[in-house]
């Protein structure tokens, strides 16, 4: 530990930089829900997802390289939270898939959903896990 209170420890921004990407998945799946029955471009979509994924694996390096994280907690809070959001995203693409989504609308929904899964447990993991000890 640095020897520093954990309120008073600066940690890198993993938490805005995981918001920014939940809240580009989110518009993107925002914006692909408003041209789906019209069957209009899926190319800001793509490029929403890819935005997000750029911005989470950034939020990823950065967390990977926090000397004296406490990964104990985070590990566990990260699994039943991925654990959890895999279900209600596996519950959401069956909704879809029931609805007759098909194509690439479909793997782009799924890779949403699946970008998604992935933001949420990271960022209560990482919640967790920044004021606790080592």
Known sequence: MTGLPLRDRRLPPVDLLGTL????VIT????????????????????LLC????????????????????WGPFRTVAFWGLLAYLVVAGMIAFAFILDGTRGQS???????????A??????LAFGVARYQEQ
């Open 106 to 116: 479909l793997l782009l929904t799924l890779l949403m959903l699946l970008a998604f």
């Open 51 to 70: 935005a997000a994924t750029v911005v989470l694996a950034i939020a990823v390096v950065m967390l990977v390289r926090i000397p004296d994280f406490a």
């Open 28 to 47: 993107g799946g925002i914006y692909l829900a408003s041209v789906m029955p019209g069957g209009g471009s899926l190319v800001p979509g793509v490029l």
């Open 118 to 123: 992935a933001v949420v447990p990271l960022l």
């Open 21 to 24: 990407a939940m809240a580009l």
